[in-house]
């Protein structure tokens, strides 16, 4: 009897189970979704173009402390001498970045190593021109390109080359600590200081400005510690040396940039 119970109770609950799963189903429908995989975006920064201007406005005036010299410095203007502005140009920017070993003596007080002294910029000018020699086969007049690879050929600097540069470009490489070295037709210059008419070839570093003109060390005069001129006259002056017409490309704008 208490089985036939039990059997009964098992069957009703079955029963139930049954109903409440019929009525379950009547009252809720399930669907079956399918979420999408959402993806989230990366968003791309760009890098900043002008980081001089944002992070480190330009000056209204600035004069980094390049050391000076001829590139005659025991005023001997022979034929080499005459030709030895790139190299001047590279011994100087050299001695700014202390490639050199220290101390070097100058002359005046002031600003650090204000002159070169002579006989330790003879010794360099050879140094370079030798290597030019042993490099290129030539060493009287050599491009952009060629003076860059001197530079960190002998002294391990940086380098690179701007190429159709503003006034604000140069302005922005001396704010970061750069030095610029400018090849030129020297007669366009027209520093009276030259022996007249000017080379027709030179090169100078550039080492600051004002507001009104470019500040330049000229190695092509005794005279060109803190030379100044106004950008026009350095950019219409402006060019690349050309081998293939042995003058100067005024159609080739350039400078050289240089830093440690």
């Known amino acids: 009897m208490a089985e036939h119970k039990t059997i009964t109770t098992i069957l009703l609950a079955i029963i139930l189970a049954v109903i409440a799963l019929f009525v379950i189903d009547r009252r809720y429908q399930f669907t079956i979704v399918a979420i999408p995989k959402f993806e989230h975006p990366v968003k791309i920064i760009p ?36 030709e030895d502005c790139e190299e001047a140009t ?9 490639v050199f070993p220290s101390p070097i003596h100058g002359e005046g007080p002031g600003e650090r190593l204000i002159k070169l002294p002579a006989d330790f910029v003879e010794k360099e000018l050879t140094k370079l ?5 042993q490099t290129f086969g ?20 940086q380098t690179k080359i701007l190429y159709s540069y ?11 600590n750069h030095l610029v070295l400018l090849p030129a037709n020297g007669q366009l210059l027209k520093n009276p200081n030259y022996k007249q008419p000017g080379p027709k070839y030179h090169m100078l ?11 330049t060390n000229d190695p092509g005069t005794r005279n060109g510690l803190n030379y100044a001129y106004d950008f026009d006259t350095l950019y219409k002056a402006n060019g690349n040396w050309s081998h293939e017409t042995n003058s100067v ?4 704008k350039n400078a050289i940039v240089v830093w440690k």
């Open 47 to 82: 890098k900043s173009t002008s980081t001089v201007s944002t992070l480190n406005p330009i000056p209204s005036t600035l004069l980094l402390p390049v050391p000076f010299t001829p590139q005659a410095p025991t005023a001997n203007w022979d034929t080499i001498h005459n």
């Open 90 to 98: 590279a011994i100087m920017a050299a001695a700014y970045f202390s």
């Open 129 to 133: 021109t030798d290597w030019e020699m």
């Open 138 to 157: 030539y060493n009287l007049d050599v491009t952009s390109e060629e003076t860059a690879q001197m530079i960190k050929a002998n002294y391990n600097l």
């Open 166 to 176: 503003t006034e604000e470009d140069i302005k922005k490489e001396l704010t970061q």
């Open 205 to 215: 570093v550039i080492r600051g400005y004002n507001s009104a003109q470019i500040i």
């Open 249 to 252: 490309d005024l159609t080739k």
